[in-house]
């Protein structure tokens, strides 16, 4: 860590570690992947769960970001998966209850977003991924959104992965944070 440039990296990955739970001992996610932005994150998150998880079912809603639907959409065309697109309410907030609903015994994942990227609305993602877990199924949150603008807590959230986009919150690389480690993909330009 003798660069500018390597310690400049250092101490935004302190922050950004920070910025995700300061409660003592500090929860540092298992493992971090650098990425070009929160559109590479979304595409690793979701295709690499496809990869390596059993089962063809997906839950995200049908308000999230287009990298979310395209990724889900190239699956459900090239890898036969299929995939439950839950409504919003009035808030164009996803309920708890739909996703439970929408979750079957093959069910991979489950990917809703944290803030939605036109509305603003704030997604009860505690919630939905404390019934994702239950169910045995990983929980993916895009927070690309909200990362630097409101309070992001990943352990308290309970997500499995955390999309980052670096570029929206000042920080010089955009991430997917992980809970669980079915990912080693690591080498980066930064690494
Ligand atoms: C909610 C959401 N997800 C993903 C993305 C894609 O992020 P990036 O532009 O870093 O690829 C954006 C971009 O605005 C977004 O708002």
Known sequence: ?????????????????????????RYVPEV?????????????????????????????????????LECCKYLEKHHGYQV?????????????????????????????????????????????AAEARSRGVLMHTDASQSVGKVPINVKDLGVDFLTVAGHK???PIPSTLHRCTISSVVGTPYS
């Open 1 to 25: 860590m003798n660069s500018p440039c390597q310690r400049l990296l250092l101490t935004h990955s302190k922050q950004l570690i920070e910025l995700f739970g300061s409660e003592s001992p």
């Open 32 to 68: 971090r992947i650098a990425e070009q932005g929160g559109t590479e994150s979304v595409n690793w998150t979701i295709k690499g769960v496809a990869e390596l998880k059993q089962g063809k079912h997906i839950v995200t809603s049908a308000v999230e970001h287009v990298v979310v």
């Open 84 to 128: 439950t697109y839950v409504g919003v309410d009035e808030h164009g907030r996803v309920s708890v209850e739909d996703v439970k609903k929408a979750i079957k015994e093959d069910t991979i994942l489950v990917t809703i977003m944290h803030a939605n990227n036109e509305t603003g609305t704030i997604n009860d993602i505690k919630a939905i």
């Open 169 to 171: 919150c000042l920080h």
